[in-house]
T-cell receptor, first 113, second 114 residues
Framework: KAGVTQTPRYLIKTRGQQVTLSCSPI?????VSWYQQTPGQGLQFLFE???????NKGNFPGRFSGRQFSNSRSEMNVSTLELGDSALYLC????????????FGQGTRLTVV | SQELEQSPQSLIVQEGKNLTINCTSS?????LYWYKQKYGEGLIFLMM?????EEKSHEKITAKLDEKKQQSSLHITASQPSHAGIYLC??????????????FGQGTRLTINP
């Protein structure tokens, strides 16, 4: 069974640009959540999607958005990139809406220059 | 808001020695997760604990959740170089509309000396 797949693995963008990251959950999993990891703030929750609906959102500005498709694949978008957005972005998948094991992908390393 | 405190922040042990990492919460935990991370890579799922007093093992790693569900410990027996990495505990404080917002500790960096 394939794990959580995130693409691309690495990205370099310029300030002011926008970026879209993709996450394909484990087959059969319908919940996808996104996290940002930085050396200073650690791992922080961005948002979670289930059945194409955002179920919860963390404390991030509106420049961070996401969506989920009918096949449970999810994308997150960051507009008007800032230097501080440089981070490892991780997505996690779990089967549904109950407390369950959450499996993470390898992450996308975003560098904003 | 819920906070997770991990201790120690870093740990250096001799290969073959046992070690313990602790994770303490200020609130009741509804789900406690342990992950391992190699620098710059994704999180590898180790174990999830839900019930007070629960204990799970995988190979040489054992995790426990105390009865009051506010503290967990991760114990590694006979450590090996492959155990080196950053260990993170994550907790689900509650389900909100079915969403599981995990909060994480700051991590424990484990180094194994041969």
């Amino acid at each position: 069974k394939a794990g959580v797949t995130q693409t691309p693995r690495y990205l370099i963008k310029t300030r002011g640009q926008q970026v879209t990251l993709s996450c394909s959950p484990i087959s059969g999993h319908r919940s996808v959540s996104w996290y940002q990891q930085t050396p200073g703030q650690g791992l922080q929750f961005l948002f979670e999607y289930f059945s194409e609906t955002q179920r919860n959102k963390g404390n991030f500005p509106g420049r961070f958005s996401g969506r989920q498709f009918s096949n449970s694949r999810s994308e997150m978008n960051v507009s008007t990139l800032e230097l501080g957005d440089s981070a490892l972005y991780l997505c996690a998948s779990r089967p549904g809406t109950s407390v369950a094991e959450a499996f993470f992908g390898q992450g996308t390393r975003l560098t904003v220059v | 808001s819920q906070e997770l405190e991990q201790s120690p922040q870093s740990l250096i042990v001799q290969e073959g020695k046992n070690l313990t990492i602790n994770c303490t919460s200020s609130k009741t935990l509804y789900g406690l997760y342990w992950y391992k991370q190699k620098y710059g890579e994704g999180l590898i799922f180790l174990m999830m604990l839900q019930k007070g007093g629960e204990e799970k093992s995988h190979e040489k790693i054992t995790a426990k959740l105390d009865e009051k569900k506010q503290q967990s410990s991760l114990h590694i027996t006979a450590s090996q170089p492959s155990h080196a990495g950053i260990y993170l505990c994550g907790a689900a404080p509650a389900l909100i509309q079915g969403a599981q917002k995990l909060v994480f500790g700051q991590g424990t960096r484990l180094t194994i000396n041969p």
